[in-house]
T-cell receptor
Framework: RKEVEQDPGPFNVPEGATVAFNCTYSNSASQSFFWYRQDCRKEPKLLMSVYSSGNEDGRFTAQLNRASQYISLLIRDSKLSDSATYLCVVPQGGKLIFGQGTELSVKP | SQTIHQWPATLVQPVGSPLSLECTVEGTSNPNLYWYRQAAGRGLQLLFYSVGIGQISSEVPQNLSASRPQDRQFILSSKKLLLSDSGFYLC???????????FGPGTRLTVT
């Protein structure tokens, strides 16, 4: 099992749609998790941190299922500006392990 | 507020040439510093990290090296570039045990 594994993309959705990404991790001892957003040819930027069962910030909701070792990111009412690659990140051994990323394309 | 700088933004170098990429952080002290590489269409690969001046940990054996001559300066080097060194190089920082990392704008390296 890969340390961090994400849904393969790309996800192509219309504006206003709700879309969800899943991420599984192998290290059951991990306590905190992150979602980063990376625009094309740009650096990743922190989107959300998840330290307990979940976190919500506006249209974005992150949920954590420790028993099944997966994290999800839900985006409601998708905007064109949400188009990007979303990276699931899990700390391990003092370092961050990045997933391969899931590409989202929101169409008008 | 903290800012992180990387230069150059883009670089085209021939195979066998040397490399030096620089990263500096402003507005903080004693950050943990990281070098990542992202190949086209791939995830981020951690190359080196440093918890203090002169302290470098290497994650992947290769023809790259890193140095931290000052608290807020992190340098990635190579004596002879390979074609496989092409990629997007990102520097990041964090404080102490905080896992939230902040990335610089990156250097896009093409080895020809």
């Amino acid at each position: 099992r890969k340390e961090v594994e994400q849904d393969p993309g790309p996800f192509n959705v219309p504006e206003g749609a709700t879309v969800a990404f899943n991420c599984t991790y192998s290290n059951s001892a991990s306590q905190s998790f992150f979602w980063y957003r990376q625009d094309c040819r740009k650096e990743p930027k922190l989107l959300m941190s998840v330290y307990s069962s979940g976190n919500e910030d506006g249209r974005f909701t992150a949920q954590l299922n420790r028993a099944s070792q997966y994290i999800s990111l839900l985006i409601r009412d998708s905007k064109l500006s949400d188009s990007a690659t979303y990276l699931c990140v899990v700390p391990q051994g003092g370092k961050l392990i990045f997933g391969q990323g899931t590409e989202l394309s929101v169409k008008p | 507020s903290q800012t992180i700088h990387q230069w150059p933004a883009t670089l085209v170098q021939p195979v066998g040439s040397p490399l030096s990429l620089e990263c500096t952080v402003e507005g903080t002290s004693n950050p943990n510093l990281y070098w990542y590489r992202q190949a086209a269409g791939r995830g981020l690969q951690l190359l080196f990290y440093s918890v203090g001046i002169g302290q470098i940990s290497s994650e992947v054996p290769q023809n790259l090296s890193a140095s931290r001559p000052q608290d807020r300066q992190f340098i990635l080097s190579s004596k002879k570039l390979l074609l496989s060194d092409s990629g997007f190089y990102l520097c990041a920082w964090t404080l102490g045990n905080d896992y939230e990392q902040y990335f610089g704008p990156g250097t896009r390296l093409t080895v020809t």
